[in-house]
């Protein structure tokens, strides 16, 4: 069977067996039976491979983890409630209390409450650079005690394309790996690992479902770095796991699933983040056509930010894949096909400018969603960032102007007709 991304998203994940059922289907139940309790007894001691209880794991989420992996180019894949248990399992899978992240801040705002604040007060420390530092920067911000790096491909809401190569070359040179959040661009348009990253994490809840239908997340293990080489780092990878009757995850399960084993064994069964297998199926069937969705937001984005680039009344206009932008050079080089639909913009005439603007829309629709089928629009000096003063909201980096526009894959025409009459 072909293996081009195309292919995967429709067939990927699950290869149906002589009289199975065609689509996956949803196992739309907690437990399974077995004939003896000493089976069952080195189910529990993971000698032997099989389902007994969904928390733990689920054929429905496992075909579906299946495809996000192929589609990535890793070895192992595991479903999480969200794209916040996928960050969180992510990095406290490798770090615990005591323990130091390096975090690009070009961050999603749960992101930063999680890592900043909830993490914080379990005792791991984050340093955030800037994505763009020198590597002077990057480098000091490291120390002995750091177990990883994090950043977003592209990042929400700032539409800076991370460096992935010069991060992940900067991550191994300290011992550790590259966590990156594919969210925006999907592995349909960017693929991290074959730049180096080590592990993918994905809010599924935006491109991936891509209807607002399902809230989701996604961990993918490239498999390619070595635990085993900074046992010191990684005990938990390396080391008995006496939970589980002294198994060491690195030797039972190779590098290729020693991760995404210990996050199913030990964080899936204490911490519960599993995505219902229902939403598993929606997830499934939005990845089902994501190749052609992300090509359409992809150039509806990109159409949409020239032509606010040439209207008199817009400011500024950002997009990694305009000509022009900031991250422009290295979209080509990350995101060849394109990055994303998310544009952000300012509207001549400052906050008023921009109020007026967004009672006009009619096609854009207000919601605080982002990569959705359908467009949706936001003004986050009016909505996400209303209780900050304009000072405030230019040391978070918005402009009481900015507009976040999250272009949908209606018809491109369409789009640009209801932003003219909205501006004019
Ligand atoms: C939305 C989002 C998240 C959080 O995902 P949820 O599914 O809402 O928990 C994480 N990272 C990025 C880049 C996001 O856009």
Redesign the pocket.
Known sequence: MGNSIETTCVQGGYRPKNGEPRQVPIYQNTTWKYDTSEFMGKLFDLEEAGYFYTRLQNPTNDLVAAKVCELEGGSAAMLTS???AA?FFSIFNLASCGDHIVSSSAL?G??YNLFATTMKRMGIEFSFVDPDCSDDELEAAFRPNTKAVFG?SVA?PALSVLDIERFAQAAHAQGVPLIV?N??PTPVNCRPIEWGADIIVH?T??YMDGHGGA???CIVDAGRFDWTKHADKFPGLTTPDESYHGVVYTERFGLEGAFITKATAQLMRDLGAIQAPQNAFLLNLGLESLHLRMAQHSANGLAVARFLGEHPKVAWVRHPSLPGDRYYEQACKYLPKGSCGVVSFGVAGGRAGAEAFMKKLGLAQIATH?ADARTCVLHPANATHRQMNDEELAAAGITPDLIRLSCGIEGTGDLIADLEQALG
Do not use: A
């Open positions: 969200s794209g916040q960050s999603y749960g992101t977003e929400n959040d969210t925006f809010s809840t935006k809230v989701g997340g982002v």
